[in-house]
Antibody, heavy 120, light 106 residues
Framework: QVHLVQSGAEVKRPGSSVRVSCKSS????????INWVRQAPGQGLEWLGR????????NYAQKFQGRVSITADTSTSSAYMELSRLRSDDTAIYFC?????????????WGHGTLVTVSS | DIVMTQSPATLSVSPGERATLSCRAN??????LAWYQQKPGQAPRLLIY???TRATGIPARFSGSGSGTEFTLTITSLQSEDFAIYYC????????FGQGTRLEIE
């Protein structure tokens, strides 16, 4: 069973970058893909991208290409999402979410979310 | 991107009654459709995948149907804990979500 624990809330200035971590406390990520999804205040869900940690294959939503980077460390069962050139409309809760297998699939497991606030 | 459209935006139903939520894709996605429930301050929870298969631990009052472009989530005998926001998600391509349906107590 995968239990995903995310890093704490962040406050960032416009133009800076943020890095959010997601660690599996329930075991290896070797058979999972880790996705990143965000939710702006009072809004819906938006997929940023994903990584297959054991293969180091990364896929990004076109909207975030060039601004998002997703990495993983299989030795610590952790994944990371870095978003650069932050703007005020990047203020959102960022979730990591896992699914088994390597094809696009529904998200069985979710982290608790990390609030990122972008403000000057 | 595949665009998912949910209706209605808000649905008011009394406890014990049935709720029917709709989701439409702007292109065919076979049965690669999931439904999630989200309560305030919580992460979404997977309810249904493959358009009609309940996820582990999901009560039988939740059911999904449809394929292609039209999908439905039905919740019978609504319980107090069912009032939440529901999202559909397609995973036929890189995932996209509907904008959500808020299910509120009438």
């Amino acid at each position: 069973q995968v239990h995903l624990v995310q890093s704490g809330a962040e406050v960032k200035r416009p133009g800076s970058s943020v890095r959010v971590s997601c660690k599996s406390s329930g075991g290896s990520l070797n058979t999972y893909a880790i996705n990143w999804v965000r939710q702006a205040p009072g809004q819906g869900l938006e997929w940023l991208g994903r990584i297959i940690p054991v293969l180091d294959i990364r896929n990004y939503a076109q909207k975030f290409q060039g601004r998002v980077s997703i990495t993983a460390d299989t030795s610590t069962s952790s994944a990371y999402m870095e978003l650069s050139r932050l703007r005020s409309d990047d203020t959102a809760i960022y979730f990591c979410a896992a699914h088994g297998g390597y094809n696009s699939a529904p998200f069985d497991y979710w982290g608790h979310g990390t609030l990122v606030t972008v403000s000057s | 991107d595949i665009v998912m459209t949910q209706s209605p935006a808000t649905l008011s139903v009394s406890p014990g009654e049935r709720a029917t939520l709709s989701c439409r894709a702007n292109q065919h996605i076979r049965s690669n459709l999931a439904w999630y429930q989200q309560k305030p301050g919580q992460a979404p929870r997977l309810l249904i995948y493959g358009a009609s298969t309940r996820a582990t631990g999901i009560p039988a009052r939740f059911s999904g149907s449809g394929s292609g472009t039209e999908f439905t989530l039905t919740i019978t005998s609504l319980q107090s804990e069912d009032f939440a926001i529901y999202y559909c998600q397609q995973y036929n391509d890189w995932p996209t979500f509907g904008q959500g349906t808020r299910l509120e107590i009438e």
